[in-house]
């Protein structure tokens, strides 16, 4: 157990479709990283949050966003779902707000289906 | 696009082999990360290397970067089947701080 919470494990949605993920990190951590993993593209760099504030962006689509809330825990918005959508999405954290410059811890992952 | 290679996509080596994995980028990286996945289960951090031309061991995985910061490999000597699953690279571009992932080297061992 890694320490770091997602929920849920699983969603499956309709095209077009709003979801929330939700990311708990490791007691201390301050950094939460969110990631998209699928079958064709890897894992893919979202976003990085530091202690509340938007630290670095990957390849975030404009339908999505994030936040960290003043607890540090962390959600993933997801709009105007497409199919192309399904993934499974990991959240990670860490103690350090450099990006990635300490080791992230990752959660169980959600796993989205869009049908 | 993607711009750190990882290769090959996928291996498969009898018990015993030995392993490499290698991850090249376009660009200095800052540091490099790797990764495992088991099936089924989510990335575990294996290594971080940050000095030009650092090598480090753990145990039968040997890691190194190289001396441009451009490219990495992992070796595992003497494969055991709980090796099996998907390593990845992770580098930090330098220039502004991006996370890329390889897509990773699915290893999978034959008894």
């Known amino acids: 157990d890694s320490g770091v919470t997602q929920t849920p494990k699983h969603l499956i949605t309709a095209t077009g479709q709003r979801v929330t993920l939700r990311c708990s990190p490791r007691?201390?951590?301050?950094?939460v990283y969110w990631y998209q993993q699928s079958l064709d593209q890897g894992l893919q760099f979202l976003i990085q949050?530091?202690?509340?504030?938007?630290?670095a962006k990957g390849n975030i689509l404009e339908r999505f966003s994030a936040q960290q809330f003043p607890d540090l825990h962390s959600e993933l918005n997801l709009s105007s779902l497409e199919l192309g959508d399904s993934a499974l999405y990991f959240c990670a954290s860490s103690v350090g707000g450099g990006t990635h410059i300490t080791e992230a811890f990752f959660g169980q992952g959600t796993r989205l289906t869009v049908v | 696009g993607q711009q750190v290679m990882q290769i090959p996509q996928y291996q498969h080596v009898q018990e015993g082999e030995d392993f490499t994995t290698y991850c090249n980028s376009s660009t200095t990286l800052s540091n490099i990360q790797w990764y495992k996945q088991r099936p089924g289960g989510h990335p575990v951090f294996l290594i971080q290397l940050v000095k030009s031309g650092e090598v480090k061991k753990q145990k039968r995985l040997t890691f190194q970067f190289g001396e441009a910061k451009k490219n990495s490999s992992l070796h595992i000597t003497a494969t055991q089947t709980t090796d099996v699953g998907t390593y990845f690279c992770a580098g930090l571009r330098g220039r502004d701080d991006k996370i890329i992932f390889g897509k990773g080297t699915r290893l999978h061992i034959l008894p």
């Open positions: 007691s201390g951590d301050l950094s």
């Open positions: 949050y530091y202690n509340g504030e938007e630290r």
